[in-house]
């Protein structure tokens, strides 16, 4: 598999465009459905130049129905491929919850993803945050999804060998991990050998600094700049990824009650100028944000309102925020 280029290069950045956010109970936060045609002109803004790399985060998942075959339609945003236009491309999340442990069945379902989205597609990330084991709409609740991820990337890996596709690159990620969970990766390295870890191209990290717990203004910027390189540092390197690009998969701040829209802004200003500061040294391949659109902006809860743009789209502060950090740091 080709690597992703070093970090001393311009940021890739993406966005989740979909309406649909997970919630920390295991629901979803759902409201209107997306308007393809505003989605699309969204993406345009935000990319700034059509020959300018950009990712489009879709999500598809396996569980104990999922029919073998496919075709497998993204679950969010629906008809994901129809954004992979021009330089855009998908960064496809391939999620499992089989609750029977159906190992060989994600596996075969990866290679499948591989056959019809393979053309359209940059980053195909193997399960989403499997260190998360007490919610049942991440990966980490569900049994084997360990193994899941040592067996998936050399899976898919060899299927995007086998089809040509050496632009497609392989990963996973995780939540930050501390305490006992800081060897999460490095049981998976452990676990996975040299079959496994030859076969990865990027890390991700999913990551929401003062939105779960509160960072003052003045301690934001140190704050992911220490967290960034705890990752790096603790996590990675002593399991044997320190060459690894790591990538922000998701982040976001929601807006709503006593969550301002201006404040959104400047978290999205702060951290993205942190991420860019520190992709040499720490060798950060590049930024997605969750998300492009509130989910329902009618309501209240923390979940429906991540969106750059209210439901109907119309931009909040953070959106032209974000559209000159991408002209600023972009590829």
Same mark, same amino acid.
């Given at each position: 598999?080709?690597?992703?280029?070093?970090?001393?290069?311009?940021? +890739?950045?993406?966005?989740?465009?979909?309406?649909?956010?997970?919630?920390?109970?295991?629901?979803?936060?759902?409201?209107?459905?997306?308007?393809?045609?505003?989605?699309?002109?969204?993406?345009?803004?935000?990319?700034?130049?059509?020959?300018?790399?950009?990712?489009?985060?879709?999500?598809?998942? &396996?569980? %104990?129905? /999922?029919?073998?075959?496919?075709?497998?339609?993204?679950?969010?945003?629906?008809?994901?491929?129809?954004?992979?236009?021009?330089?855009?491309?998908?960064?496809?999340?391939?999620?499992?919850?089989?609750?029977?442990?159906?190992?060989?069945?994600?596996?075969?379902?990866?290679?499948?993803?591989?056959?019809?989205?393979?053309?359209?597609?940059?980053?195909?990330?193997?399960?989403?945050?499997? %260190?998360?084991?007490?919610?049942?709409?991440? %990966?980490?609740?569900?049994?084997?999804?360990?193994?899941?991820?040592?067996?998936?990337?050399?899976?898919?890996?060899?299927?995007?060998?086998?089809?040509?596709?050496?632009? +497609?690159?392989?990963?996973?990620? /995780?939540?930050?991990? &501390?305490?006992?969970? /800081?060897?999460?990766?490095?049981? +998976?390295?452990?676990?996975?050998?040299?079959?496994?870890?030859?076969?990865?191209?990027?890390?991700?990290?999913?990551? &929401?600094?003062?939105?779960?717990?509160?960072?003052?203004?003045?301690?934001?910027?140190?704050?992911?700049?220490?967290?960034?390189?705890?990752?790096?540092?603790?996590?990675?390197?002593?399991?044997?990824?320190?060459?690894?690009?790591?990538?922000?998969?998701?982040?976001?701040?929601?807006?709503?009650?006593?969550?301002?829209?201006?404040?959104?802004?400047?978290?999205?200003?702060?951290?993205?100028?942190?991420?860019?500061?520190?992709?040499?040294?720490?060798?950060?391949?590049?930024?997605?944000?969750?998300?492009?659109?509130?989910?329902?902006?009618?309501?209240?809860?923390? &979940?429906?309102?991540?969106?750059?743009?209210?439901?109907?789209?119309?931009?909040?502060?953070?959106? %032209?925020?974000?559209?000159?950090?991408?002209?600023?740091?972009?590829?």
């Amino acid at each position: 598999m080709t690597r992703i280029p070093s970090a001393s290069a311009p940021l +890739l950045f993406g966005v989740y465009p979909g309406g649909a956010t997970g919630d920390d109970a295991g629901g979803l936060a759902v409201g209107p459905p997306d308007d393809p045609a505003q989605v699309s002109a969204a993406l345009d803004l935000l990319q700034g130049s059509p020959d300018r790399p950009f990712l489009v985060r879709a999500y598809t998942h &396996f569980d %104990d129905t /999922t029919r073998p075959g496919g075709p497998h339609p993204t679950a969010t945003p629906a008809g994901a491929e129809r954004y992979a236009t021009g330089a855009r491309r998908l960064d496809l999340v391939a999620q499992y919850r089989s609750a029977a442990g159906d190992v060989d069945g994600y596996c075969a379902f990866l290679g499948e993803l591989v056959e019809q989205y393979g053309p359209v597609t940059r980053t195909l990330q193997v399960a989403e945050e499997p %260190d998360v084991t007490t919610n049942p709409v991440l %990966d980490g609740y569900h049994p084997r999804v360990r193994e899941v991820i040592v067996r998936g990337v050399p899976a898919a890996a060899a299927r995007a060998r086998a089809l040509g596709h050496t632009h +497609l690159r392989i990963g996973f990620n /995780t939540t930050p991990l &501390f305490g006992p969970a /800081t060897a999460f990766v490095a049981e +998976l390295t452990a676990l996975g050998g040299r079959e496994f870890t030859d076969a990865l191209d990027y890390v991700g990290l999913d990551f &929401f600094p003062d939105v779960f717990r509160p960072v003052a203004t003045a301690d934001l910027a140190p704050a992911v700049a220490g967290l960034l390189r705890h990752h790096r540092e603790a996590v990675l390197a002593p399991a044997g990824l320190g060459h690894l690009p790591l990538h922000i998969t998701e982040h976001g701040w929601p807006t709503g009650p006593e969550r301002h829209p201006e404040r959104q802004a400047e978290v999205v200003e702060t951290v993205v100028t942190a991420v860019a500061e520190l992709a040499g040294p720490l060798r950060l391949s590049g930024y997605t944000h969750f998300a492009l659109r509130d989910a329902d902006s009618s309501r209240p809860g923390l &979940f429906h309102r991540f969106g750059l743009t209210t439901d109907d789209y119309a931009p909040k502060p953070a959106f %032209d925020a974000l559209r000159a950090l991408v002209a600023r740091h972009g590829s």
